[in-house]
């Protein structure tokens, strides 16, 4: 990787010929967990900017696309959620969005690294406001362990992973998908942060063909995200009923005025793919 000072280069695991530079102000904060490497740095332009094991997380500048998709999309399709589950999420994007929902009775997020959450209510308050929720339960354990110990418990299972490699490397394996499956309610759906159609097209697909005997429906959404690799990034739907590809309700307006980026029209939009890989995953 090049060295220029002042600028952070992204190591990501699979574009080892690509890589995304941030022009950084100063680094926050630092610390090696048990689990990976943690930094948060304050850029000239992104605002603040988690990275773990190299590799950017969010920053303040467009974290809301991927988190407002990830939470609103399912929100909107589920005929009736009230227990979510959100695997992963340490930083509390996923969070913050889903306590805007007073339907919703239960919302446990299950983080393996207690590192990144408390840097994140420390360094990312943007993020992380909502893990005070009253109805927010944090557990700091292996979700692969964590799903096998709650049976039918949850309308939807919010994966926000970081990539295949590490410490998330178990949460893109058919056994995860089986025990996700069983810690669902009839009717209910899990979403897992699944890559970009450009980078990772071979991943995605061989993922797909490994889980596709397990879910009646699987769908694949693209989100916009500039600072992700090739400026976008795909969520999985595994449904064991529900079509999330069509909204059955809007957010109420004062939901949807805290949005910037989910609307109706984006959803639907979302389930759209460029046909080279709509062609590839046979969806
Ligand atoms: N390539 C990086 C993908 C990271 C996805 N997870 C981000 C976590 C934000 N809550």
């Not at 690509?18 to 904060?29: A, D, F, P, Q």
């Not at 879910?215 to 969520?235: A, D, F, K, R």
């Not at 059955?248 to 949005?259: F, Y």
């Amino acid at each position: 990787m090049p060295e220029f000072p002042g600028w952070f280069f992204e190591k990501t695991p699979f574009e080892k010929g690509t890589s995304l530079g941030v022009k950084i102000r100063s680094k926050v904060v630092e610390e090696k967990t048990p689990f990976q490497f943690i930094e948060v740095y304050d850029t000239e332009d992104l605002g603040r900017m988690l990275v773990l094991d190299g590799v950017i997380q969010l920053t303040e500048f467009d974290e809301f696309s991927y988190h407002e998709m990830f939470v609103h999309v399912p929100m909107m399709s589920h005929p009736d959620p009230k227990s979510v589950l959100v695997v992963g999420g340490g930083d509390g994007g996923m969070v913050r969005e889903l306590v805007k929902y007073s339907c919703l009775e239960r919302i446990d997020m299950c983080e393996i690294d207690g590192g990144v959450v408390e840097l994140s209510k420390r360094y990312l308050p943007f993020t992380s406001s909502g893990l005070s929720d009253p109805r927010v339960r944090v557990f700091l354990e292996d979700g692969a362990v964590f799903i096998g110990n709650h049976p039918g418990e949850y309308d939807l299972i919010l994966v926000d992973s970081s990539d295949p490699i590490g410490p998330a490397e178990v949460l893109y394996k058919r056994p995860f998908y089986e025990g996700i499956k069983s810690a669902l309610k009839p009717g209910g759906a899990a979403l897992c942060q699944c890559e970009t159609i450009f980078f990772y097209l071979p991943l995605i697909k061989s993922f797909i063909q490994a889980i596709n005997d397990l879910y009646p429906v699987l769908q694949y959404m693209n989100t916009l995200v500039p600072t992700y690799p090739s400026g976008m990034i795909g969520q999985l739907v595994c449904s064991l009923g529900p079509d999330f590809s069509q909204p059955i309700r809007e957010p109420a307006p004062d939901i949807q005025e805290t949005l910037r980026y989910y609307t109706p029209q984006v959803h639907r939009a979302a389930f759209h793919l460029p046909c080279f890989a709509a062609r590839e995953l046979a969806l």
